[in-house]
């Protein structure tokens, strides 16, 4: 497959701190390193994509209103830190279904919607979830930033993974690497 590269972004636990089901901007705080690694994503040509399960939206915790006025601003503050994101996809199910992770729905149809070279991108994670869905979709390199060490198992193969409370910038290095056949 030819197009190009992405770097798939998990939202809570790698873009912002998870506080559970976070649908204020009050509670979004974004996590150290995730601006300087996107800029450096943007900077070698790839993609920003954002792939999140938002479950609380099934669960009636909030509404699909109250996560678009939530991206919207987060969007923008990517924008104003020179690392514009080019897509957020978002699960609202809470049973598990073609796009909600583990499954790679949500990284496939971002992949055919912008043309991209699923097997030559990098995906970063904080959840074996996230690992998993980048696995299945094809992902050639996967990132694994935990916020918890029960999140580090066997079941995350071939997989990097960081120190737990690791800033995102630690991911730099290894966007230029992320080329090559999945498995
Ligand atoms: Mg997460």
């Known amino acids: 497959m030819t197009g190009r590269r992405a770097l798939f972004l998990d939202r809570d636990g790698v873009v912002n701190e998870d506080l559970g089901y976070v649908h204020r901007i009050e509670d979004f705080h974004f996590r150290p390193g995730i601006f300087e690694l996107c800029r450096a994503a943007r900077g070698l040509g790839m993609a920003l994509v954002v792939v999140t399960n938002q479950s609380g939206i099934g669960r009636g915790m909030y509404s699909e209103e109250d996560f678009a006025a939530l991206t919207a601003w987060m969007c923008a503050r990517f924008a104003q830190e020179g690392a514009a994101l080019d897509r957020v996809e978002h ?65 995350c193969p071939r997989t990097i993974i960081f120190p737990v409370g690791s800033s995102l910038a630690l991911a730099i290095s290894f966007l230029s690497a992320g080329s090559g056949k999945s498995s």
């Open 91 to 155: 699960c609202p199910d809470v049973a598990p279904s073609r796009r909600r992770k583990p499954a790679p729905g949500m990284i496939l149809d971002a992949a055919a919607a912008l043309e991209l070279d699923v097997a030559a991108s990098v995906m970063v994670g904080d959840r074996r979830t996230d690992m998993a869905a980048a696995k299945a979709a094809g992902v050639g390199l996967r990132l694994l930033f935990p916020n918890d060490i029960v999140e580090v198992s066997d079941n």
